[in-house]
């Protein structure tokens, strides 16, 4: 692995907390609240940092990793191609969890595909920026 890499990574990642942190106080903590508050054996009352910095490690390692093999030049290309990396992702998450509970609804998945779309983009521009400043 290159530094190109680890530099990506690192502003990948503090991008991703940044951002994470904002949507999750206003958006996603308030839900998880009404999610507990209504099935308090099966929603935590407050996420696992463990597994989220793993999980956000994994979709920030991948996204490193895939932008310039995919030969992404342009800020405008690479924070489409963050959005819409984004929203799959968990897009296949959350409507895993409509399929098999009654917790997560079509409201919250949309509303979590939007946000994704905002932070995949903006973390698009992010490491493409650094990757052709730190090349």
Same mark, same amino acid.
């Given at each position: &692995?290159?530094?190109? =890499? ?5 502003? $990948?990642?503090?991008? /991703? #907390?940044?951002? *994470?942190g904002v949507f999750a106080n206003f958006v996603f903590l308030p839900e998880f609240e ?7 054996e099966a929603v935590r009352e407050a996420p696992d940092f463990v597994s989220g910095l !793993?999980?956000?490690? +994994?979709?920030?390692?991948? =996204? ?7 030969? #992404? ?6 924070? &489409? /191609?963050?959005? !819409?990396?984004? !929203? #799959?992702?968990?897009? #296949?998450?959350?409507?895993? &969890? ?5 917790? !997560? ?8 595909? +939007?946000?994704?779309?905002?932070? *995949? $983009? ?11 400043? /730190? $090349?």
């Amino acid at each position: &692995m290159n530094k190109q =890499f680890f530099i990506s990574l690192f502003f $990948a990642l503090a991008t /991703f #907390i940044i951002l *994470g942190g904002v949507f999750a106080n206003f958006v996603f903590l308030p839900e998880f609240e009404i999610w507990h508050d209504a099935y308090p054996e099966a929603v935590r009352e407050a996420p696992d940092f463990v597994s989220g910095l !793993v999980l956000a490690l +994994l979709q920030l390692i991948a =996204f490193v990793v895939l932008l310039p093999k995919l030969q #992404i030049a342009s800020g405008s290309g690479a924070a &489409m /191609f963050g959005a !819409v990396y984004s !929203v #799959i992702i968990w897009l #296949i998450v959350d409507l895993q &969890m409509v399929s098999v509970t009654h917790i !997560v609804s079509y409201e919250y998945v949309l509303k979590d595909a +939007l946000l994704s779309a905002v932070m *995949g $983009a903006i973390l698009g521009v992010v490491v493409s920026w650094s990757q052709k400043r /730190f $090349a």
